[in-house]
């Protein structure tokens, strides 16, 4: 190999050398610039991000304590007054009791519709008599009004309406119907108000006779949907009656 050749591999070689470190230069200065911008976009997407500083002691300093949970539950039920709450319970209760949730779906009659009510129903075991004889057996389709009679006269009223309240007073003066001898008794099942507060207007001759629909269980088993009405036996079916008032 002459001097001519031995030089011109020694250029290459220095050209490759010179190249790949400036290859690794320009890659180091492109991760610098990267994670430069990385630390700028940090601070300014997270402000809690800071270079503490030592300012020395400044003013009075006090040690901080984390109270407890338990110990902070029972320090603030220390400062609740149980007895007023106890009377705050209790008020609550009372008015609930005394003034119920009115009876879904029950509105002032808008006329005078009149229907039938079957109360039959199929027996899921079988019916004994207290001899152990079996009136009934499992699966009949009986009606109670067979063998009982319900010697009631229902009325469905709500409360809180002064014109229906006026209605039903007038209607237990009228003088109860018999069958076979037997005396019909009143009953008034609320739709709505307060059953205390009508007890004390019927006064005491009638004040055990009012009860109030809970739920709507009667009004939906009887498919009531209008007050005042009434509900008395006819043969073996209920008669009910929604009444119009001052058509």
Not at 49 to 74: R, S, W
Not at 182 to 209: M, N, Y
């Amino acid at each position: 190999m002459s001097n001519l050749e031995a030089a011109s591999i020694s250029q290459e070689k220095a050209n490759r050398i010179i190249n790949k470190v400036s290859g690794i230069k320009d890659c180091l200065i492109r991760r610098i610039i990267k994670m430069t911008r990385l630390i700028i976009l940090i601070l300014i997407i997270s402000p809690t991000v800071a270079f503490a500083t030592d300012f020395g002691k400044q003013g009075q300093t006090f040690k901080i304590l984390e109270e407890p949970f338990i110990q902070m539950m029972k320090n603030r039920m220390e400062k609740v007054d149980m007895e007023a709450e106890k009377e705050k319970i209790q008020t609550r209760a009372k008015h609930k009791v005394e003034n119920p949730t009115p009876v879904q779906g029950i509105n002032p009659a808008t006329k005078d519709r009149i229907f039938y009510f079957d109360p039959s129903y199929t027996l899921d075991k079988d019916a004994v008599l207290p001899c152990g004889k079996i009136l009934h057996k499992a699966g009949a389709t009986v009606n109670p009004l067979e063998h009982i009679e319900l010697n009631r006269r229902i009325f469905f009223i709500d409360g809180s309406n002064h014109e229906q309240v006026e209605w039903l007073k007038i209607q237990l003066q009228i003088p109860s119907p018999k069958i076979n001898n037997q005396i019909i008794e009143d009953r008034v099942i609320l739709v709505g108000g307060s059953v205390f507060k009508l007890k004390e207007e019927l006064g005491e001759t009638h004040a055990d006779k009012v009860y109030f629909d809970q739920s709507g269980e009667l009004t939906i088993k009887f498919g009531i949907t209008a007050s005042p009405a009434i509900v008395t036996q006819e043969g073996l079916l209920l008669k009910i009656a929604e009444v119009l008032l001052n058509d």
